[in-house]
T-cell receptor, first 113, second 114 residues
């Protein structure tokens, strides 16, 4: 069965510092991978996605993620965070040809002044 | 604003009752998804519709049902409600519902079962 693991439930970081949010997945087949952000009292918004090709994916708001097949990881990074990046971040996968999305448990990013 | 609308925003009801949540997709989108977000279970995919037809089922309870109407809006019906059904219910839409497509999420309906 496929699964997504976000090991860090909360990540505090100071403003302008770099951050990495970790995502590991389990699947016996190739998958599509996504990162979504959820700001307080809002729905989810897509940050970036990996479908195929280049393993470094750039998204909105200065975020990027690297797909690592050997380590089954898709970590999200940002070189310098802002207070406005405070939100919950979800990693998700879907198997091509299916329609069932599987989400991780989320990581709360708290950016401190 | 994603363009996806959900009503109502909040709903408070009692155990054993039935409620209907409504979703209007973005203009031009043919596919609608429903998700449940709760503290204990996280974000779970419930069901997907494409152009009026059910396409995929996730962890949707038998007490729950959904449909997509000819005008493409969708309704999620929750019956015989239990305390554990208290959650945030999101609707999302995409153009054709392909797995590679971006989903656009609505603001959610917060359901509280007392």
């Amino acid at each position: 069965a496929q699964s997504v693991t976000q090991l860090d439930s909360q990540v505090p970081v100071f403003e302008e510092a770099p951050v990495e949010l970790r995502c590991n997945y389990s699947s016996s087949v190739s998958v599509y991978l996504f990162w979504y952000v959820q700001y307080p009292n809002q729905g989810l918004q897509l940050l970036l996605k990996y479908l195929s090709g280049s393993t470094l994916v750039k998204g909105i708001n200065g975020f990027e993620a690297e797909f690592n097949k050997s380590q089954t990881s898709f970590h999200l990074r940002k070189p310098s965070v802002h207070i406005s990046d405070t939100a919950e971040y979800f990693c998700a996968l879907i198997e091509p040809g299916t329609y069932k999305y599987i989400f991780g448990t989320g990581t709360r990013l708290k950016v401190l002044a | 604003d994603s363009g996806v609308t959900q009503t109502p925003k909040h709903l408070i009801t009692a155990t054993g009752q039935r409620v209907t949540l409504r979703c209007s997709p973005r203009s031009g989108d043919l596919s609608v998804y429903w998700y449940q977000q709760s503290l204990d279970q996280g974000l779970q995919f419930l069901i997907q519709y494409y152009n009026g037809e059910e396409r995929a089922k996730g962890n949707i309870l038998e007490r729950f049902s959904a449909q997509q109407f000819p005008d493409l809006h969708s309704e999620l019906n929750l019956s015989s409600l239990e305390l554990g059904d208290s959650a945030l219910y999101f609707c999302a839409s995409s153009f054709q519902g392909g797995p590679q497509e971006t989903q656009y999420f609505g603001p959610g309906t917060r359901l509280l079962v007392l």
